[in-house]
Nanobody
Framework: QVHLVESGGGLVQTGGSLSLTCAASIGRAGSYGVAWSRQAPGKGREFVAAITWSGFTTYYSPSARGRFTISRDNDKNMVFLQMNELKPEDTAVYYC????????????????WGQGTQVTVSS
């Protein structure tokens, strides 16, 4: 099993920055790809970014590319999402998810999910 806990959400003004952290407790050895996704009120869950186990390959949604950066520290079992130039449309609950194996942009591939952290961007 993999237990994921997100942190770092909060309220920020338009143009501001936030850094989210996904801390993992790994009970089953593996090479886990990790993704960040988000869900805004009344909308479905949306892929944001993903990173392979090695950290060498990353994927971004068009809305995240150029503003968000995903990274990881495997020694600490943490994955980060640095979010810059935040916009009101970035307001959502942000979730991290993990799967044993490759990282993908398909959220259905991910087996383990955290509880989410709220990000609110005021205009």
């Amino acid at each position: 099993q993999v237990h994921l806990v997100e942190s770092g959400g909060g309220l920020v003004q338009t143009g501001g920055s936030l850094s989210l952290t996904c801390a993992a407790s790994i009970g089953r050895a593996g090479s886990y790809g990790v993704a960040w996704s988000r869900q805004a009120p009344g909308k479905g869950r949306e892929f944001v970014a993903a990173i392979t186990w090695s950290g060498f390959t990353t994927y971004y949604s068009p809305s995240a590319r150029g503003r968000f950066t995903i990274s990881r520290d495997n020694d600490k079992n943490m994955v980060f999402l640095q979010m810059n130039e935040l916009k009101p449309e970035d307001t959502a609950v942000y979730y991290c998810a993990a799967q044993d194996g490759r990282a993908t942009m398909n959220l259905d591939d991910y087996e383990f999910w955290g509880q989410g952290t709220q990000v609110t961007v005021s205009s």
